[in-house]
């Protein structure tokens, strides 16, 4: 009996020996850059009993891992596609282990670098559509943040809230309604400032015609955003359709009462005036919101091409013209280039604060109307 239990002893001491052998082994052939033979050594003692709760092999693991997917050898970051995943994996394994800090300070920067390479591998995840590999790098990431002992994280975004904004985002690009309003309402909850936010939930309640928290949403929006276009055309164009273009009128005038010097609102009303084919309200109400802000961009722009349409508008009348009304030809003619002449100096304005390709073709547009060859090659 004695016997059997010293041989049986003998077998497991054995098999510890050669389980810790292979820890060994794979931080040989690290040094030695044999990541494949490294990668095999270290994933069978990961889940060995003898080994896989050793800091140690997990730590050794994480640099094998880092190795690999920082190999400049393609054949090398071939080994695994989810090197990445698997460095931060083992980097946090070892911390949860190392109970006496032993590890610590080997593996926080493993740990960081991993980690972001990581986050730059969800984004690219993200793009290719592959959303259910981009969570779970999410996942990770969010395993990683309480051993970001210097903030080296944080320095690289990678924060509870970045993660969140890119859970929301993902879900939202994959279409899963439900995790994206779940995501979006703890972004509200905590301020999280990204217009998207707003307006991706606003599309959605629409979706699914739900105007009534659409409207909300919008309300919400604009307390962080009172100047969002996109915002503020899903409001006008939901009051639009529902034919409540009085109330929003009614709205907008009340809150001009109470801040008259706001140029947003002289805006916004001015664009409501416009879908609602008051030129005239409209021009009167872009121009107090210039008075008050004369380098207000989105005025500028939207003045720019009112003035612009009707410039257009006296063009095609002297098009459809007789050739026999020349007293009205001439007439028109003013007229038009009378509204294209106000409109570049409106367009000009808003190119200055923000110089877009479609503004820098509009310019070129209009002064060629207006046969001034020098400008128009000013915004070639």
């Not at 990678?158 to 995501?183: C, H, Q, V």
């Not at 359709?241 to 801040?259: C, P, V």
């Not at 664009?271 to 609602?276: D, G, L, S």
Request: charged fraction near 30%; hydrophobic fraction near 35%; proline fraction near 2%.
């Amino acid at each position: 009996m004695k016997a059997i239990f010293s041989a049986l002893l003998i077998c497991i001491v054995t098999l510890v020996s050669a389980q810790n052998n292979q820890v060994q082994n794979a931080n040989n052939y690290l040094r030695n850059q044999e990541y494949d033979r490294a990668k095999v050594a270290a994933d069978a003692a990961a889940i060995h009993d003898a080994t896989k709760s050793s800091a140690k092999l997990w730590m050794y693991r994480g640099m094998i891992y880092q190795s690999i997917y920082e190999s400049k050898k393609p054949e090398e970051n071939k080994l695994d596609e989810e090197a990445q995943e698997k460095a931060v994996e083992s980097y946090i394994t070892c911390l949860k282990l190392d109970k006496d800090n032993i590890y610590k300070d080997q593996v926080k920067g493993g740990l960081v670098q991993s980690s972001a390479a990581l986050f730059y591998k969800v984004q690219y995840l993200t793009q290719t559509k592959e959303f259910d590999k981009a969570l779970k790098g999410l996942d990770l990431l969010d395993a990683a943040l309480p051993y970001d002992f210097e903030q080296g994280l944080k320095r690289n975004n990678i924060t509870k809230e970045g993660l969140l904004y890119n859970r929301f985002k993902i879900n939202a690009l994959s279409g899963n309604k439900e995790k994206t309003k779940e995501f979006a309402d703890k972004l509200i909850e905590i301020k999280y400032k990204d217009p998207i936010i707003y307006t991706n939930m606003v599309k959605i309640c629409l979706t699914d015609k739900d105007t009534v928290n659409a409207l909300k949403y919008i309300d919400k929006g604009k307390i962080l955003f009172e100047d969002n276009a996109e915002l503020i055309n899903l409001e006008i164009n939901i009051y639009l359709a529902q034919k409540k273009t009085d109330l929003l009128k009614t709205k907008l005038l009340d809150a001009i009462e109470i801040s008259p010097d706001n140029e947003v609102l002289h805006s916004v009303l001015a664009n409501v005036y416009e879908k609602t084919n008051d030129s005239e309200n409209a021009e009167k109400e872009y121009l107090k919101a210039l008075e008050i802000k004369p380098d207000y961009e989105i005025a500028n722009y939207n003045l720019g091409v009112l003035y612009f349409n009707k410039g257009n508008e006296w063009n095609e009348k002297l098009n459809a013209l007789p050739i026999s009304e020349t007293k009205k030809t001439k007439e028109y003619e003013v007229k038009a280039k009378e509204y294209w002449g106000k409109a570049v100096v409106n367009f000009e304005k808003s190119y200055e604060v923000a110089p877009d390709k479609a503004t820098k073709q509009r310019l070129r547009q209009l002064f060629l109307k207006l046969g001034n060859i020098e400008k128009a090659d000013k915004y070639k």
